[in-house]
């Protein structure tokens, strides 16, 4: 597929291990800004398997991980797009297609903590308290050293309650 607007061609695909460095890249770029939390290098080669790039024109301008929490759960973590290619649909098809790999694999339901709610409610899905999900809550908030001040929203989408928009791969 093309960039909304331009010819420059994007895809969406599961990121390789030569990625780490650039979704490294930007997730310390956000995450400097105050817009999300950082992820050590060592956790993203970790968990390469969870995560998905976007490439423009071969080059890495936007990612975002699925990880299984348990037998019906799953959270999307680390989104990030790059600033110069922001407003342009990246965002949203790296949710649409992590959403397609959480329906593959069987889940009810994805979560996300994050600052922009309102991205995550254009996804479709709805705002959610954080307690609905202690698995998250008491094996990794606990440790985050924002736990007793965490200003993360909890949103939720449940699959089997939503249709679903079938995508490009
Ligand atoms: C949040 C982020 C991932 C969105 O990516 P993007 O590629 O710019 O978003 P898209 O172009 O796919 O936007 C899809 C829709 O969401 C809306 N949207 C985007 N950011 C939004 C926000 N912060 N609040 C509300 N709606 C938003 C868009 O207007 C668009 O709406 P439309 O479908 O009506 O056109 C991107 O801004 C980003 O990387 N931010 C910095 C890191 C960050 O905040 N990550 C958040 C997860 S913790």
């Not at 800004?33 to 024109?57: C, N, S, T, W």
């Amino acid at each position: 597929m093309t960039l909304q607007g331009e010819d420059r061609v994007l895809c969406i695909e599961p990121a390789k291990l030569s990625d780490a460095e650039a979704i490294h890249s930007l997730v310390t770029y956000w995450a400097d800004k105050g817009d999300m939390l950082h992820r050590p290098i060592g956790e993203i080669y970790e968990a390469i398997r969870d995560f998905k790039v976007a490439r423009l024109d071969g080059e890495v301008v936007g990612t975002g991980s699925l990880h299984i929490m348990g037998a019906e759960l799953a959270e999307v973590r680390s989104l990030a797009v790059a600033e110069d290619v922001q407003a342009r649909g990246i965002g949203a098809g790296i949710v649409a297609d992590c959403l397609v790999d959480a329906r593959a694999f069987g889940l009810d339901r994805v979560f996300a903590l994050t600052y922009k709610p309102g991205f995550f409610e254009k996804q479709g899905f709805r705002l959610a308290n954080v307690m609905e999900f202690p698995q998250k809550v008491w094996n990794e908030c606990v440790r985050c050293p924002f736990f007793t001040n965490c200003k993360e929203v909890a949103v939720v989408l449940d699959l089997e309650k939503d249709l679903g928009v079938p995508i490009a791969r």
